[in-house]
T-cell receptor, first 116, second 113 residues
Framework: NAGVTQTPKFQVLKTGQSMTLQCAQD?????MYWYRQDPGMGLRLIYY???????DKGEVPNGYNVSRLNKREFSLRLESAAPSQTSVYFC???????????????FGPGTRLTVL | GESVGLHLPTLSVQEGDNSIINCAYS??????FIWYKQESGKGPQFIID?????DKRQGQRVTVLLNKTVKHLSLQIAATQPGDSAVYFC????????????FGKGTRLHILP
């Protein structure tokens, strides 16, 4: 079991470039999440997907799009990167609400993105 | 609005002593709380959780205490070890149907030799 995997680990972009961050989980989880983490701050939710085929905005969705490709994969796309999007991005997954309300999230190792 | 915060951004503890990391929350409707540990360069890792119908829950070397009266959560680590050095986040899940988790800003635990 690899758990939650993310690619790439590091990425440098120029302002205006686009890219997609990939996330996959092998735990048969229903719910998946994308967070960003900035220095001295906690994790802020960008988008989440409660189940395959659904996506919803989180706290900071502007400038991002997501795709729940299938149950395993949840990608995050930056269409036109801006320096304010320099951050560490974490993907997470959880079993989902069907398992009750104690729904532990499991995190990937993160992607460090720098936008110049 | 809802918020989860921490009293201290950095906590230094002597190796072998007990550590207590505190967290305040403001949403009285929150019904589930989690502590995560994040080591440098890694993603957050689940440590322990507690439902709002409990006051205390124990794990291996860790104990979480919940005081709903003052909306306070704490994480106690017994016999702190060098491997406990990390940033610790508390998080809450609101009682609303969206069930999103809100994370606090984190406390860095520094172990003194």
């Amino acid at each position: 079991n690899a758990g939650v995997t993310q690619t790439p680990k590091f990425q440098v972009l120029k302002t205006g470039q686009s890219m997609t961050l990939q996330c996959a989980q092998d735990m048969n989880h229903n719910s998946m999440y994308w967070y960003r983490q900035d220095p001295g701050m906690g994790l802020r939710l960008i988008y989440y997907s409660a189940s395959e085929g659904t996506t919803d905005k989180g706290e900071v969705p502007n400038g991002y799009n997501v795709s729940r490709l299938n149950k395993r994969e949840f990608s995050l796309r930056l269409e036109s990167a801006a320096p304010s999007q320099t951050s560490v991005y974490f993907c997470a997954s959880s079993a989902g609400l069907a398992g009750g309300r104690t729904d532990t999230q499991y995190f990937g190792p993160g992607t460090r993105l720098t936008v110049l | 609005g809802e918020s989860v915060g921490l009293h201290l951004p950095t906590l230094s503890v002597q190796e072998g002593d007990n550590s207590i990391i505190n967290c305040a929350y403001s949403n009285s409707a929150s019904d589930y709380f989690i502590w995560y540990k994040q080591e440098s360069g890694k993603g957050p890792q689940f440590i322990i959780d507690i439902r709002s119908n409990m006051d205390k829950r124990q794990g291996q070397r860790v104990t979480v205490l919940l005081n709903k009266t003052v909306k306070h959560l704490s994480l106690q680590i017994a016999a702190t070890q060098p491997g406990d050095s990390a940033v610790y986040f508390c998080a809450e899940r609101s009682g609303n149907r969206d069930d999103k988790i809100i994370f606090g800003k984190g406390t860095r635990l520094h172990i003194l030799p």
